[in-house]
């Protein structure tokens, strides 16, 4: 597609279910990020994937969050019995390398989760 | 670590002024880039505007342009003539030389422009 993708744009879910976000970054971009953007507050930095090394965890806040990407695209972040705490908007970005050489992140439009 | 500090929660300013967001920073690492991010109401963030630190030379794309000093480690930024389409949320961003593409962002500044 044209730009990242994200889905579902909004969700809802009860405290304790798991929920999974998926993103589809700009064809080409090797290099994949998800953030998470609490109410209020800017964006933390949640994980990174570029192409088939290991991915950077050092953001995931607890091991009830975790993501892959496969085939080099497509990444699904996952959160396992969730809390009100993980209501935010989640944000994912591609870039074509390590960011080039000016660090140039392109945006999905991020899905909202609500933990009830 | 680094750490990006955005002090003006919210800004206003009429159709036609011009306004200035403050960022400052630290940082420990000697070469780095800058960048502000704007979020409108979409969600989408766009970039507006880059500063690499080992350019004197301050940024400029059309009606944003930056102050950028390095010694005081502040990246303000200056939108001139501003217009309704401005008003988003703005984020400033700092990326180290040696970090690859984890930009660490500060706590946004909301703008509204009033016709």
């Known amino acids: 597609g044209a730009g990242v993708s994200q889905s579902p744009s909004n969700k809802v879910t009860e405290k304790g279910k798991d929920v999974e976000l998926r993103c589809d970054p700009i064809?080409?971009?090797?290099?994949l990020y998800w953030y998470r953007q609490s109410l209020g507050q800017g964006l933390e930095f949640l994980i990174y994937?570029?192409?088939?090394?290991?991915?950077?965890k050092s953001g995931l806040p607890s091991d009830r969050f975790s993501a892959e990407r496969t085939g080099g695209s497509v990444s699904t972040l996952t959160i396992q019995r969730t809390q009100q705490e993980d209501s935010a908007v989640y944000l994912c970005?591609?870039?074509?390398?390590?960011?080039?050489?000016?660090?140039?992140?392109?945006f999905g439009e991020g899905s909202r989760l609500t933990v009830l | 670590a680094q750490t990006v500090t955005q002090s003006q929660p919210e800004m206003s300013v009429q159709e036609a002024e011009t306004v200035t967001l403050s960022c400052t920073y630290d940082?420990?690492?000697?070469?780095?880039?800058l960048f502000w991010y704007k979020q409108p109401p979409s969600r989408q963030m766009i970039l507006v505007i880059r500063?690499?630190?080992?350019?004197?030379q301050n940024a400029t794309e059309n009606r944003f342009s930056v102050n950028f000093q390095k010694a005081a480690k502040s990246f303000s930024l200056k939108i001139s003539d501003s217009q309704l389409g401005d008003t988003a949320m703005y984020f400033c961003?700092?990326?180290?030389?040696?970090?690859?593409?984890?930009?660490?962002f500060g706590q946004g500044t909301i703008l509204t422009v009033h016709p």
């Open positions: 970005a591609s870039s074509l390398s390590r960011g080039g050489s000016t660090g140039e992140l392109f």
């Open positions: 064809s080409g971009h090797t290099a």
């Open positions: 994937f570029q192409g088939n090394s290991a991915p950077d």
């Open positions: 940082t420990s690492e000697s070469n780095y880039y």
């Open positions: 500063q690499e630190a080992y350019k004197q």
């Open positions: 961003a700092l990326r180290g030389g040696t970090s690859y593409g984890k930009l660490t």
